[in-house]
């Protein structure tokens, strides 16, 4: 069982709707990371927060916004998405920013469908 | 620019049919070179951390290994489970992992 929590698993909307992704997790872990993966392709980081701080922002479109209400929970809200933007998207954690170890942990995506 | 290429880019097996899957990375000053595995459809799963040349660790029928340039993951006489992706990732001068694009391993009973 992943130790981190990702929902909804499946989401499918609009060009025009408003949706968030969640993700929460319970280890401890100061540093949570959202990526973007398409299919065949390795994970792309987005966004990197450390002690709740927006750490890393790698030139994501503004259409994505994430948010760090408390040290276990990260979102992404979502809104005017293109077609394009159908993906896993992956929320990780780790002890400390840059993972120390390199030991991240992943949740298990949650898959997003634009139409 | 630092950068990971991961090669076969798809690797089949027949069951026990040992083989290896290479990483090589550019990185400028090496923080750790990490191997996870990936399910379809699942996020990637931690395997292993290398830090420094002639380092190795084992795992069941994984066993990675270091050089200056390049990573090996060796696998041992497979089984179908072992079927994933592989992923390798380098950890260098920025603050974000680097990840390859992966070597799909198919391991036939």
């Known amino acids: 069982d992943t130790e981190v929590t990702q929902t909804p698993k499946h989401l499918v909307m609009g060009m025009t709707n408003k949706k968030s992704l969640k993700c929460e997790q319970h280890?401890?872990?100061?540093?949570m990371y959202w990526y973007k993966q398409k299919a065949k392709k390795p994970p792309e980081l987005m966004f990197v927060?450390?002690?709740?701080?927006?750490?890393i922002n790698e030139s994501v479109p503004s259409r994505f916004s994430p948010e760090c209400p408390n040290s276990s929970l990260l979102n992404l809200h979502l809104h005017a998405l293109q077609p394009e933007d159908s993906a896993l998207y992956l929320c990780?954690?780790?002890?400390?920013?840059?993972?120390?170890?390199?030991?991240?942990?992943f949740g298990e995506g949650s898959r997003l469908t634009v139409l | 620019e630092d950068q990971v290429t991961q090669s076969p880019e798809a690797l089949r097996l027949q069951e026990g049919e040992s083989s290896s899957l290479n990483c090589s990375y550019t990185?400028?000053?090496?923080?750790?070179l990490f191997w996870y595995r990936q399910d379809p459809g699942k996020g990637p799963e931690f395997l292993f951390t290398?830090?420094?040349a002639g380092e190795e660790k084992e795992k069941e029928r994984l066993k990675a290994t270091l050089t200056k340039k390049e990573s090996f993951l060796h696998i041992t006489a497979p089984k179908p489970e072992d079927s994933a992706t592989y992923l390798c990732?380098?950890?260098?001068?920025?603050?974000?992992?680097?990840f390859g694009k992966g070597t799909t391993l198919s391991v036939s009973s």
């Open positions: 990780a954690s780790s002890q400390i920013l840059a993972g120390g170890t390199g030991e991240l942990f």
């Open positions: 927060y450390s002690y709740e701080k927006l750490s």
């Open positions: 280890m401890g872990h100061r540093a």
């Open positions: 990732a380098v950890h260098g001068g920025g603050t974000a992992l680097i």
């Open positions: 290398l830090y420094s």
């Open positions: 990185v400028s000053g090496l923080r750790g």
